[in-house]
């Protein structure tokens, strides 16, 4: 009699077993037939059951199944974090596959998790949504690095680094942008989009010492990149560092001559800083010969002269009218006046380019007041 009980109950636990085996089994055939909803009930069951979650195909499945909701467009599936257990039923599979014997399955499930994650990111990145688009961008490098300690790869998806550092700086988590350019370094991966991110991380910490530090060291890898070159110029602006700035400005034109701009800025540096009259015009005309109709140039060039007869004007507001006085403000004047015609040809031009501008305008009333040129006043609306 007590045979026949352990008999029965060997029975019991075999038929137990093969039901969870199905259970398996199923979820694989309902998955082949595109049945999701009865592959996801038979693969949950049995990822539960002791008899089968520690088995390493069961694993494989549930990560195949949960990959095919995630894949799915039609919205009949509401499984909001199907891609996320789908990447962690591989791993699970992978820590229980102690024989690779199924090393091919996970790897390339593990590779369509990582490729539709870097994809879900792309949208909230150009969408300005930089929490989930890291979120994604986190996932692909999780689930490269489970391939890479689990097969002993060394796979980084630096374009995956690349965007999830400039979210993670977008959500102003500087840590874990840091993070990820130090570890693109680290991999040998030197691009000056490196440089520049390390610098922007620096500088929104208020630490532009660091900042030029980085930018000195892509420039010494990247001697002929003009960002990194300018971002370095835009640092010395802002402190208004005069010297530094103007030997940085011509140190860049000499390597970009035909840049306008930085023509221009370099006349502004000689005009408002220095006010040296000779080297503001001298850039300001180089800027212009690159591009006649910029109006920045035309409107600063004209305003160098402008400014300095109405300098003159207020010098001849102050003096007395006795006969010394009244014959310095004559020699005066026809100094004032020079200056407005100097810096008149440069105000029409700049008309010329943009006749709605009001202080253009303002100019030339001005001038064609002071040198009585009444017929082209009557011209300016």
Not at 206 to 224: C, K, N, S
Not at 366 to 378: A, F, G, H, V
Request: aromatic content about 12%; some cysteine; overall charge negative.
């Amino acid at each position: 009699m007590r045979k026949i009980m352990l008999s029965s109950a060997l029975l019991l636990y075999s038929l137990a077993s093969f039901a969870q085996k199905h259970q398996v089994v199923s979820a694989y055939n309902y998955l082949k037939n595109n049945e999701l909803n009865e592959a996801k009930a038979a693969i949950d069951e049995a990822s539960k059951n002791e008899l089968t979650m520690g088995v390493a195909k069961t694993w494989v499945y549930r990560g195949q199944v949960y990959f095919a909701i995630a894949s799915d467009t039609s919205g009949a599936y509401n499984v909001p974090d199907a891609l996320d257990i789908s990447l962690s039923s591989f791993k699970e599979a992978g820590l229980l596959d102690s024989k690779k014997e199924f090393e091919e399955e996970i790897s390339q499930g593990v590779e369509g998790v990582a490729f539709m994650n870097f994809n879900r990111g792309v949208i909230p990145y150009n969408n300005k949504e930089y929490e989930l688009a890291l979120k994604h961008f986190n996932a692909v490098s999780d689930a490269y690095d489970f391939l890479n300690q689990t097969y002993n790869l060394g796979i980084v998806d630096t374009t995956a680094m690349f965007y999830g550092a400039y979210a993670a700086t977008g959500c102003r988590k500087y840590d874990i942008a840091k993070a990820k350019y130090d570890r693109l370094l680290m991999a040998n991966h030197h691009k000056p989009e490196i440089f520049q991110g390390l610098e922007v991380i620096a500088l929104s910490m208020g630490d532009t010492v660091q900042a030029l530090q980085y930018i000195e060291q892509g420039r010494i890898m990247f001697p002929d990149n003009n960002q990194l070159m300018f971002d370095e110029l835009n640092i010395y602006l802002a402190q208004n560092k005069t010297q530094e700035v103007l030997n940085k400005l011509k140190e860049a034109i000499a390597k970009n001559p035909s840049s306008v701009e930085l023509n221009y800025v370099l006349g502004n540096k000689y005009d408002s800083n220095l006010k040296d009259t000779a080297n503001a015009i001298k850039y300001y005309e180089a800027a212009l010969k690159l591009n006649p109709n910029f109006f920045d140039a035309l409107y600063s060039a004209g305003a160098l002269y402008y400014n300095q007869a109405v300098s003159i004007n207020d010098v001849m507001n102050k003096l007395g009218f006795d006969a010394a006085s009244q014959k310095k403000y004559n020699l005066l004047e026809v100094e004032r006046d020079k200056m407005f015609a100097r810096g008149l040809p440069y105000f029409e031009r700049a008309y010329a380019v943009d006749a709605n501008d009001k202080d253009t305008k303002s100019a030339l009333r001005e001038i064609y007041t002071r040198l009585k040129m009444d017929d082209k006043l009557s011209n300016i609306k």
